[in-house]
């Protein structure tokens, strides 16, 4: 007998369709319970919290991009400030004027003078580039250089007349060299200015609203307060150190080149050992755009003596006292090693730049200062673990 298929009933019909028919929304009260254990939930809040942090952190860091430079240099200037700031703020009375005046005060001391050296720096490389000029001339030449180049003529088999056309054409490129870079020095010192200048617009602000900016500064950092305390002190010494040192070094330098442009008869050397001190705070090359340019100049004036004696003088005196004073100064008030002080700096000039003088120190202090709260805190937590 041929069975029949099996039907399934009406109930099992019903129960196999979906639960929502078509046409039908959604009931909103279980939307909304969805919703809501959605946004309530405690580790997508912070996944969520994390990633518009990162995102405003990098947008923050687009906007300030091209004035970190200046206000790192006005966060230096107000730490070293600080103290005649505050002393001007119990006399006044009023932070914006004590800020203004602290402010103004800063200006004249360090931008000013350094605007002023320049100009003449200016000057005198003119002067120098037309004296080159007109040395390229045989006709200029001093009737004492003759016998020495028919000598070398003698000795080369190259006639005279040619040697010394020889030697004009190089000294005008000589000319056209020390011109380049004169130039190429000076639109960076024109930068330097302009990024200086910045800084100062910042230093008012960052005075008046010094203790706002520390308080919330401090208050960011996850750590306890005497550990923020701590950390801000260790940068605070940090700054003022490299500060110091920068200072100490330039008026060191200063002085021994002003002494040694006075052994060798160079016309004003106290000028020259100002001018010395400013460029002192230049990168790598530093006070050697004041004394190499001397020791050509004796050297073509036929003064062979003080030449040799001025470039030994610099070369060796002068170098081994920078670096005396300035690992002394800033390791000695930092506390760090003067090698790891030389060191930073090297390496923070070539990262950062000019600003890098104080960079490299200042990072360097703080990674010290760091690691020593670890280790502090990881002997204060295994000492909880072994008395529990």
């Given at each position: 007998?041929?069975?029949?298929?099996?039907?399934?009933?009406?109930?099992?019909?019903?129960?196999?369709?979906?639960?929502?028919?078509?046409?039908?929304?959604?009931?909103?009260?279980?939307?909304?319970?969805?919703?809501?254990?959605?946004?309530?939930?405690?580790?997508?809040?912070?996944?969520?919290?994390?990633?518009?942090?990162?995102?405003?952190?990098?947008?923050?860091?687009?906007?300030?991009?091209?004035?970190?430079?200046?206000?790192?240099?006005?966060?230096?200037?107000?730490?070293?400030?600080?103290?005649?700031?505050?002393?001007?703020?119990?006399?006044?009375?009023?932070?914006?004027?004590?800020?203004?005046?602290?402010?103004?005060?800063?200006?004249?001391?360090?931008?000013?003078?350094?605007?002023?050296?320049?100009?003449?720096?200016?000057?005198?490389?003119?002067?120098?580039?037309?004296?080159?000029?007109?040395?390229?001339?045989?006709?200029?030449?001093?009737?004492?250089?003759?016998?020495?180049?028919?000598?070398?003529?003698?000795?080369?088999?190259?006639?005279?007349?040619?040697?010394?056309?020889?030697?004009?054409?190089?000294?005008?490129?000589?000319?056209?060299?020390?011109?380049?870079?004169?130039?190429?020095?000076?639109?960076?010192?024109?930068?330097?200015?302009?990024?200086?200048?910045?800084?100062?617009?910042?230093?008012?602000?960052?005075?008046?609203?010094?203790?706002?900016?520390?308080?919330?500064?401090?208050?960011?950092?996850?750590?306890?307060r005497q550990r923020a305390r701590e950390l801000a002190?260790?940068v605070n010494k940090g700054i003022i150190a490299d500060?110091?040192?920068?200072?100490?070094?330039?008026?060191?330098?200063?002085?021994?080149?002003?002494?040694?442009?006075?052994?060798?008869?160079?016309?004003?050397?106290?000028?020259?050992?100002?001018?010395?001190?400013?460029?002192?705070?230049?990168?790598?090359?530093?006070?050697?755009?004041?004394?190499?340019?001397?020791?050509?100049?004796?050297?073509?004036?036929?003064?062979?003596v003080n030449a040799i004696l001025l470039f030994a003088?610099?070369?060796?005196?002068?170098?081994?006292?920078?670096?005396?004073?300035?690992?002394?100064?800033?390791?000695?008030?930092?506390?760090?090693?003067?090698?790891?002080?030389?060191?930073?700096?090297?390496?923070?000039?070539?990262?950062?730049?000019?600003?890098?003088?104080?960079?490299?120190?200042?990072?360097?202090?703080?990674?010290?200062?760091?690691?020593?709260?670890?280790?502090?805190?990881?002997?204060?937590?295994?000492?909880?673990?072994?008395?529990?």
């Amino acid at each position: 007998m041929k069975q029949e298929p099996h039907k399934p009933s009406p109930q099992q019909t019903a129960s196999a369709e979906p639960c929502v028919p078509r046409g039908e929304t959604v009931d909103p009260t279980a939307a909304q319970t969805v919703l809501t254990t959605w946004m309530e939930d405690s580790e997508l809040s912070v996944y969520v919290l994390l990633i518009l942090t990162a995102g405003a952190t990098y947008l923050i860091y687009a906007i300030f991009r091209p004035f970190l430079t200046s206000l790192f240099l006005a966060l230096v200037l107000a730490i070293a400030c600080f103290p005649p700031y505050k002393w001007l703020v119990r006399r006044i009375r009023s932070s914006y004027f004590a800020a203004f005046i602290t402010t103004v005060l800063a200006l004249m001391v360090i931008l000013v003078p350094f605007i002023l050296i320049s100009a003449r720096l200016a000057a005198e490389a003119t002067n120098i580039y037309s004296s080159v000029l007109q040395s390229a001339n045989p006709a200029n030449w001093p009737n004492r250089l003759n016998p020495l180049v028919e000598k070398a003529a003698d000795i080369t088999g190259v006639p005279a007349e040619k040697m010394k056309a020889d030697i004009a054409i190089y000294a005008r490129q000589l000319a056209s060299w020390l011109l380049g870079i004169t130039l190429s020095f000076g639109r960076r010192f024109a930068q330097q200015v302009m990024t200086m200048a910045l800084a100062f617009i910042f230093l008012l602000p960052l005075l008046r609203n010094s203790d706002e900016f520390r308080i919330g500064a401090l208050s960011m950092l996850p750590l306890s307060r005497q550990r923020a305390r701590e950390l801000a002190v260790a940068v605070n010494k940090g700054i003022i150190a490299d500060i110091y040192g920068v200072v100490a070094v330039g008026i060191v330098e200063g002085m021994l080149i002003a002494l040694g442009f006075w052994m060798t008869g160079l016309s004003s050397p106290l000028f020259w050992g100002a001018v010395a001190i400013v460029l002192s705070c230049v990168p790598f090359v530093g006070v050697s755009l004041v004394w190499l340019p001397a020791c050509a100049i004796l050297a073509l004036r036929g003064n062979w003596v003080n030449a040799i004696l001025l470039f030994a003088w610099c070369a060796v005196v002068v170098a081994t006292a920078e670096g005396m004073v300035r690992s002394n100064v800033v390791s000695g008030s930092a506390k760090v090693n003067s090698m790891l002080i030389m060191l930073s700096i090297m390496g923070g000039v070539a990262a950062f730049g000019a600003v890098g003088i104080f960079v490299g120190p200042v990072l360097l202090v703080l990674i010290g200062t760091l690691v020593r709260i670890l280790r502090e805190e990881h002997a204060m937590a295994r000492e909880s673990r072994i008395r529990t």
